[in-house]
Nanobody, 124 residues
Framework: QVQLVESGGGLVQAGGSLRLSCAASGRTFSSYIMGWFRQAQGKEREFAAAISWSSGSTYYADSVKGRFTISRDNAKNTVYLQMNSLKPEDTAVYFC?????????????????WGQGTQVTVSS
């Protein structure tokens, strides 16, 4: 059973940075796609970034491209989301998700495992 535990959220001023971590356990993740999604209050969950655990290929939503960087540490079974130049509109609960498959997808229903989420609040 896949377990995902996020950490690193918090309150930051606009223009600041945060790094989110997602510790993964319960499987060998070499065939997995790992994603970060976010959900603002009253809005649908949306894709932010994804990475192929095996190849390291990445994909970003246009709204975060150039500001966020997704990476993984194979030895620690951990995926990171480095968020720079944060804006108030980045405020949301951020979720880590895992998909057993080779193709990167941006659709939440294609990810079978989810963490509990971590709150990111960006003040103006």
């Amino acid at each position: 059973q896949v377990q995902l535990v996020e950490s690193g959220g918090g309150l930051v001023q606009a223009g600041g940075s945060l790094r989110l971590s997602c510790a993964a356990s319960g499987r060998t993740f070499s065939s997995y796609i790992m994603g970060w999604f976010r959900q603002a209050q009253g809005k649908e969950r949306e894709f932010a970034a994804a990475i192929s655990w095996s190849s390291g290929s990445t994909y970003y939503a246009d709204s975060v491209k150039g500001r966020f960087t997704i990476s993984r540490d194979n030895a620690k079974n951990t995926v990171y989301l480095q968020m720079n130049s944060l804006k108030p509109e980045d405020t949301a609960v951020y979720f880590c998700a895992a998909r057993n498959g080779a193709l990167i997808t941006t659709t939440p229903r294609n990810f079978g495992s989810w963490g509990q989420g971590t709150q990111v609040t960006v003040s103006s």
